[in-house]
């Protein structure tokens, strides 16, 4: 199947999932409870909670709608399962803000567009990078569970469009939490960043889902991506490797601490050896980055390059002058067949890669 038919039937079929749901005895008291246990408009969780129906059962049809009215700090999200088609931005007026997905399963809530960096505005001018997000999360303390974030912008419906960045979600605020989420894309999929350049935000991952194939999980934030599953997606529009790339960091110079992966693993759709396990990001707007990413007892599927996982975006930022490093992975793609091509932490430098020391005081795990 092309790569193209792929990302937009798999969306396709992950809507199917929730929106077509039968007359099983189950599809039934779904229906009849479509928050499931989290209570609903006439039985709310808190005077604070708010829920999302795309056919009219709770306060609000759309995702942006619901953000716009739940001004302030420590609202809940409820979303019912549906196929949510619009772009959706949290401002960071709106702190403490939690999402659900109401059927606690993340195929099933799926919040979509395909806005790409080079889709035209209707004011003029392209998107861009930024502007292509279906998500953008501003707001310091934000939580989401079981839920999807997508972009279904493809390649081969565009063929003359150069800017293919189409993010899923970009992500800015402190103390921002995922779990059990899904996140879908191909070029620049998840925007792991922060507010400014100055400002370290600190984000985590946990059980989560995330593919793509250029780039697609980048940025400058502070980021540990803990029991999460990485997927690198097949290309029928390149001859050969490389196909992408599954990290582009940008960790500014002055932050410690960049990306964290820990007992996670990566796997492929494409042919082995055809993926790099990263690249630095160097951006214009910040010439003096250092990107950092620590990968550690990771499993690496076979379409990783073990024998060159890592490569430089440009030439003036190669990718040894960066903070890459890797600690106890295992699989095909992590053997260790050129050394030099390889930084491995000993054991005393990996006891400071961990999520207590890259989150700090910030206990994610603990929040319900």
Not at 203 to 228: K, L, M, N, P, S
Not at 286 to 303: C, F, I, N, Y
Request: glycine share 10%; hydrophobic share 35%; aromatic share 8%.
């Amino acid at each position: 199947m092309p790569a193209s038919a792929g990302r937009r039937s798999f969306v396709v079929a992950s809507l199917g999932a929730a929106l077509a749901l039968g007359d099983s005895p189950q599809a039934g008291a779904r229906s009849r409870r479509p928050f499931g246990r989290y209570g609903s408009p006439s039985a709310r969780l808190t005077g604070r909670t708010l829920y999302v129906h795309p056919g009219g059962l709770g306060d609000h049809t759309t995702v942006q709608a619901a953000v716009d009215a739940a001004s302030g700090s420590g609202s809940t999200l409820v979303i019912a399962p549906g196929t949510y088609r619009e772009t959706v931005v949290l401002d960071a007026s709106r702190t403490e803000t939690t999402w659900l997905g109401a059927s606690e399963d993340p195929h099933d809530v799926v919040i979509v567009y395909d806005n790409a960096n080079g889709t035209p505005k209707p004011g003029g001018g392209t998107h861009g990078t930024s502007g292509s997000a279906t998500t953008t999360l501003q707001a310091d303390g934000f939580t989401a569970r079981h839920l999807t974030f997508a972009n279904d912008w493809l390649r081969a419906d565009h063929p003359g469009t150069t800017g293919t960045q189409a993010v899923a979600v970009k992500v800015q605020g402190d103390r921002s939490a995922f779990h059990h989420c899904r996140f879908l894309g191909h070029q620049d999929t998840l925007y792991a960043d922060s507010a400014a350049l100055g400002t370290f935000a600190r984000q985590y991952y946990a059980h989560c889902h995330v593919e793509g194939d250029v780039d697609f999980v980048f940025g400058r934030a502070t980021a540990v991506y803990e029991h999460c599953h990485f997927r690198t997606l097949p290309r029928t529009d390149l001859a050969g490797a490389p196909y992408g790339f599954v990290f582009a960091p940008s960790t500014a110079v002055a932050n410690p601490r960049g990306y964290l992966v820990t007992r996670s693993r990566v796997t492929s759709g494409a042919p082995d050896a055809h993926y790099k396990l990263a690249r630095p990001w160097v951006p214009g707007s910040d010439p003096t980055a250092r990107p950092m990413l620590t990968v550690r007892e990771t499993r690496l599927g076979a379409g990783i390059d073990a024998v060159a996982p890592y490569t430089d975006m440009a030439s003036g930022h190669p990718w040894r002058d960066q903070r890459f490093a890797e600690y106890r992975n295992t699989g095909p793609g992590a053997l260790v067949t050129v050394p030099d091509n390889r930084p491995q932490l000993t054991r005393e430098q990996a006891g400071s890669h961990t999520r207590r020391t890259y989150l700090g005081d910030w206990r994610p795990e603990c929040r319900t």
